[in-house]
């Protein structure tokens, strides 16, 4: 197998800013690669996408808010449990794989590390996350196209884009013939208004996202949510 993806360096991983045509071989190299803890990669229909894993200051903030949401919601819905693994490499070996910037499971029967055993979660031996969700600050072209169809083709319920320059959120539940359609209420997190989520993103034009995730919480407790 002649490798097209070269991965002797950091410097040769960062020039792969758009998807490549790869095998799954070609993703196993870069992904056990020392600088795999920077990069988050992708591969589906056989091609690769590696984003560099250093994020700036929108990215990070955005991303950061959306996890103090999801805690906001649960811990105002304690009859559920949640476990949120953002970021972390999702794996159906030898077809696909991604790396999120948000992985939400519902449930107590959410990924577990165990000794000895790979890092990463293998769909082959655990259940697909409930809601996953990308922070698009550069990447809102591929988040709406190739991301959306890869995560729709592993079977992941309901998927959410966040638009950093557009201050919105554009949410998809998956439907029985296999394809994404966008929804204004969220179905995992239990008839959450996703017009909500973006009224508080809107909030970081003048707030900290500390004081947004309040805000939040405060429309949770008010609207009865």
Known sequence: MISSIPVES????????????????????????????RVKLFFYNNQLL???GGEGINHS???DLLIMLFFVWFQQHPDQIFSSFSRCQIEKPNTKAGAPDLVLYIGDDYPR??????????????????LVGEVADTTLATDLDEKK???????IPEY???????K??????????GTYQEID???ALSNLPIKLVEQTISKLEQESNVRAANWFADQITIYKL
């Not at 800013?17 to 799954?24: F, G, M, S, V, Y």
């Not at 919105?168 to 013939?177: C, G, H, Y």
């Open 185 to 187: 209420i969220s179905v």
């Open 50 to 52: 590696a984003e560099m």
């Open 61 to 63: 903030k955005f991303a």
């Open 168 to 177: 919105r959120v554009i949410a998809f539940s998956l439907q029985e013939n």
């Open 149 to 155: 169809h890869l995560y729709a083709e592993l079977g």
């Open 113 to 130: 590390w165990g000794e000895g055993e790979r890092r990463y979660i293998n769909l082959e031996y655990h259940r697909v996350p409930n």
């Open 160 to 166: 959410w884009v966040i638009d950093v320059k557009g």
């Open 10 to 37: 950091e410097s040769q991983i960062s020039l792969i800013p758009e998807w490549k045509p790869a095998t799954w071989d070609d993703y196993l190299s870069v992904r056990d690669a020392p600088t795999i803890e």
